[in-house]
């Protein structure tokens, strides 16, 4: 009797084309290609082959090469290195050498970022060209992200496609959903939607570098897309441009950050014939759950054993995911455990339970210290961007040499609020009244914009 082969691994080059719809496409501003035409078509110079096997780091500058190569190089090399915009030569030698990278993928009229003895160069461009494919056994690939970097140097975190698509269905369905997204495809939450676009039915349309809102809005009006996901932070950069009055979504998506109930309630008010809801979710932990009800923080219900493999739970009040959408280990030599001795992995944000609701209240690192109470600044801003005429604020600390800090607060304000004196006061009003005396700011200052990571969320250091 002859034995059967076990099957080939599934990989992205695979969903790409699985529709077969030529027109499902990825797009910037300046250039697109087509799903449909891997793999008789490949971005990289010289040919993919040459790639397996290897651990490659994509240090691509741009997004849309980065996902052409990401859907040639799955199933194909041993290792993916996703390396977000921004790092300087030195952080990108430290990665390379913990990844034990010996390929790196980078723009066809540019050198290497970085020069790696014994390094494979292998250069990626656009537009596509017509490639033969090669037989090559498929494997496992490893896929290598990098937190986020908000409370320290970034850490690299070891998924595999199985686990980065576990939140969603990959069998295919014929419910077009053409996606937008403010997040960098190199980053967990662009990724995220990276994979869905691949692995649906419809398109994809990503930000440019720098483009304006109203050029990115219109665009996705144009392309027809019906799904659409960022930050708080970004969406409420979007609701203080005052553009995209064209663009009507059926599905709005936050997530990264706390989704408070000011911008939840702003993006129902906005976009008023869309779902609009807010998903759980992080580099080590994966996606944990979505939130579709319209409220801030998520059912006690959501607690303990959950369909798909998923358990949560509350621990020193950080909370704690055991999923099968969870990253296997920190890459690298001498690396903290990812999970505890039960499987499950401590998020370090902090949750508060308030009979059958929990809320999240910030996290663990980033408490201000005030005469030796904690304040979480995101429980804080909670409260100040639930008042009339107040975009977002940035709570923070400044040092004080009796309460060894003070908490400050920086406002932005909408274009039609109220004087500052009197929003001054409806703000410290409502802290008096919902918060401990100690969380109130001792200092607010109205500022006209608030820095932000490459992440898209609020720059909370420095």
Same mark, same amino acid.
């Given at each position: 009797?002859?034995?059967? %082969?076990?099957?080939?691994?599934?990989?992205?080059?695979?969903?790409?084309?699985?529709?077969?719809?030529?027109?499902?496409?990825?797009?910037?501003?300046?250039?697109?290609?087509?799903?449909?035409?891997?793999?008789?078509?490949?971005?990289?110079?010289?040919?993919?082959?040459?790639?397996?096997?290897?651990?490659?780091?994509?240090?691509?500058?741009?997004?849309?090469?980065?996902?052409?190569?990401?859907?040639?190089?799955?199933?194909?090399?041993?290792?993916?290195?996703?390396?977000?915009?921004?790092?300087?030569?030195?952080?990108?030698?430290?990665?390379?050498?913990?990844?034990?990278?010996?390929?790196?993928?980078?723009?066809?009229?540019?050198?290497?970022?970085?020069?790696?003895? %014994?390094?494979?160069?292998?250069?990626?461009?656009?537009?596509?060209?017509?490639?033969?494919?090669?037989?090559?056994?498929?494997?496992?690939?490893?896929?290598?992200?990098?937190?986020?970097?908000?409370?320290?140097?970034?850490?690299?975190?070891?998924?595999?496609?199985?686990?980065?698509?576990?939140?969603?269905?990959?069998?295919?369905?014929?419910?077009?959903?053409?996606?937008?997204?403010?997040?960098?495809?190199?980053?967990?939450?662009?990724?995220?939607?990276?994979?869905?676009?691949?692995?649906?039915?419809?398109?994809?349309?990503?930000?440019?570098?720098?483009?304006?809102?109203?050029?990115?809005?219109?665009?996705?009006?144009?392309?027809?897309?019906?799904?659409?996901?960022?930050?708080?932070?970004?969406?409420?950069?979007?609701?203080?441009?005052?553009?995209?009055?064209?663009?009507?979504?059926?599905?709005?998506?936050?997530?990264?950050?706390?989704?408070?109930?000011?911008?939840?309630?702003?993006?129902?008010?906005?976009?008023?014939?869309?779902?609009?809801?807010?998903?759980?979710?992080?580099?080590?932990?994966?996606?944990?759950?979505?939130?579709?009800?319209?409220?801030?923080?998520?059912?006690?219900?959501?607690?303990?054993?959950?369909?798909?493999?998923?358990?949560?739970?509350?621990?020193?009040?950080?909370?704690?995911?055991?999923?099968?959408?969870?990253?296997?280990?920190?890459?690298?030599?001498?690396?903290?455990?990812?999970?505890?001795?039960?499987?499950?992995?401590?998020?370090?944000?902090?949750?508060?339970?308030?009979?059958?609701?929990?809320?999240?209240?910030?996290?663990?690192?980033?408490?201000?210290?005030?005469?030796?109470?904690?304040?979480?600044?995101?429980?804080?801003?909670?409260?100040?961007?639930?008042?009339?005429?107040?975009?977002?604020?940035?709570?923070?600390?400044?040092?004080?040499?009796?309460?060894?800090?003070?908490?400050?607060?920086?406002?932005?304000?909408?274009?039609?609020?109220?004087?500052?004196?009197?929003?001054?006061?409806?703000?410290?009003?409502?802290?008096?009244?919902?918060?401990?005396?100690?969380?109130?700011?001792?200092?607010?200052?109205?500022?006209?914009?608030?820095?932000?990571?490459?992440?898209?969320?609020?720059?909370?250091?420095?």
């Amino acid at each position: 009797m002859k034995m059967r %082969s076990p099957p080939e691994p599934a990989c992205l080059i695979d969903l790409s084309r699985r529709s077969g719809r030529i027109d499902r496409d990825i797009a910037t501003a300046e250039l697109s290609f087509r799903f449909a035409e891997f793999p008789a078509a490949t971005s990289l110079t010289g040919g993919r082959e040459r790639l397996a096997g290897r651990s490659v780091l994509l240090a691509v500058s741009d997004q849309l090469r980065t996902a052409a190569a990401l859907i040639e190089l799955d199933g194909l090399a041993r290792r993916l290195v996703l390396c977000p915009p921004g790092l300087d030569a030195k952080v990108l030698h430290e990665i390379a050498a913990i990844a034990e990278v010996d390929a790196v993928v980078h723009e066809a009229d540019t050198p290497p970022p970085i020069a790696i003895e %014994s390094a494979l160069s292998a250069p990626c461009q656009l537009p596509l060209q017509p490639a033969t494919q090669a037989s090559t056994a498929r494997t496992v690939t490893e896929w290598v992200l990098l937190t986020s970097g908000t409370t320290g140097s970034p850490k690299l975190v070891s998924h595999n496609l199985a686990t980065l698509t576990g939140a969603f269905s990959t069998a295919g369905s014929d419910d077009v959903q053409n996606w937008a997204t403010f997040y960098d495809i190199r980053r967990y939450g662009g990724l995220q939607i990276l994979l869905r676009a691949i692995a649906g039915a419809g398109s994809l349309t990503l930000t440019n570098a720098d483009e304006p809102l109203e050029d990115f809005f219109v665009r996705a009006a144009a392309r027809g897309v019906t799904h659409i996901s960022g930050t708080p932070s970004h969406w409420r950069l979007f609701l203080m441009s005052g553009t995209a009055h064209r663009f009507s979504p059926k599905y709005v998506r936050l997530s990264g950050e706390i989704a408070d109930a000011s911008i939840i309630d702003g993006l129902k008010e906005f976009f008023p014939g869309a779902r609009v809801a807010h998903a759980y979710a992080s580099t080590e932990a994966g996606v944990g759950f979505e939130v579709g009800d319209g409220e801030p923080g998520f059912p006690a219900s959501f607690l303990g054993e959950r369909p798909g493999g998923v358990a949560m739970k509350i621990v020193d009040g950080s909370l704690r995911i055991r999923s099968p959408r969870t990253a296997s280990v920190y890459v690298g030599r001498d690396m903290p455990s990812l999970r505890d001795e039960d499987g499950f992995i401590d998020t370090g944000d902090m949750i508060e339970q308030q009979g059958d609701r929990c809320y999240f209240v910030g996290r663990r690192g980033g408490v201000i210290n005030v005469g030796g109470a904690k304040v979480h600044p995101e429980e804080v801003e909670a409260v100040i961007n639930r008042q009339t005429g107040v975009r977002m604020s940035l709570v923070k600390a400044r040092r004080n040499p009796i309460a060894g800090a003070l908490v400050v607060a920086d406002v932005v304000l909408e274009d039609d609020a109220p004087a500052e004196e009197t929003v001054r006061n409806a703000i410290l009003g409502a802290c008096r009244s919902e918060l401990a005396p100690y969380k109130l700011p001792a200092i607010i200052r109205f500022v006209r914009e608030l820095a932000m990571t490459a992440a898209g969320k609020l720059a909370r250091n420095g």
